[in-house]
């Protein structure tokens, strides 16, 4: 089966821009999650969709990050304006629904922030 | 919320002996541990987990023990080869309808050939 798919691999933005991040998940997943990564620590859960609807956002900063996920397939995350800690890995993950079902990753976009 | 903190940070063996990495939770209520491998640049990849009513759990070389009353579990890898040299994070969550997990620091492990 395919992976989840994410888009760009790399972005290099400066301090106060915004960008945005696109995640395809396995197809029929109905469970998407975007986890942040900092370099030399664990994924950190952003958000987590089951379906179009949005399950746990709690440790998402709102005041600068959004998320969406329209028709409850694909998935963008986005940041504005960016902060230097912001720079890490943003990582997309789908299961087929949620609790017992192991999480498949994307292979990340790594953000940088100068 | 759940807190899991894992160690060592960094651990380094000989080809062929035995790899330990240990974590532990504060939130007894989780009860899914999943151990994911993740390779310079890549995916973390599931590679084995365990759920709360068993103690442990092999698969190959992999095993993977729990101990809920302590709240901790551990990894074990034996007969290393250097293809098991990567970074591994440990994770602790709920056997609910979401399948929040949460990580700890990771470990990156090195064999030398």
């Known amino acids: 089966e395919a992976g989840v798919a994410q888009s760009p691999r790399y972005k290099i933005i400066e301090k106060r821009q915004s960008v945005a991040f696109w995640c395809n998940p396995i197809?029929?997943?109905?469970?998407l999650y975007w986890y942040q990564q900092i370099l030399g620590q664990g994924p950190k859960l952003l958000i987590q969709?089951?379906?179009?609807?949005?399950?746990?956002d709690s440790q998402l900063p709102k005041d600068r990050f959004s998320a969406e996920r329209l028709k409850g397939v694909d998935s963008t995350l986005k940041i504005q304006p960016a902060k230097l800690e912001d720079s890490a890995v943003y990582l997309c993950a789908s299961s087929p629904t949620g609790g017992t079902s192991p999480l498949h990753f994307g292979n990340g976009t790594r953000l940088t922030v100068t | 919320g759940e807190n899991v903190e894992q160690h060592p940070s960094t651990l380094s063996v000989q080809e062929g002996d035995s790899a330990v990495i240990k974590c532990t939770y504060s939130d007894s209520a989780s009860n899914y541990f999943p151990w994911y491998k993740q390779e310079l640049g890549k995916r973390p990849q599931l590679i084995i987990d365990i759920r709360s009513n068993v103690g442990e759990k092999k698969d190959q070389r992999i095993a993977v023990t729990l101990n809920k009353t302590a709240k901790h579990f551990s990894l074990h890898i034996t007969e290393t080869q250097p293809e098991d040299s990567a970074v591994y994070f440990c994770a602790a969550g709920l056997q609910t309808g979401a399948n929040n997990l949460f990580f700890g620091t990771g470990t990156r492990l090195t064999v030398i050939p």
């Open positions: 197809s029929g997943h109905a469970t």
């Open positions: 969709f089951q379906n179009n609807g949005v399950v746990d």
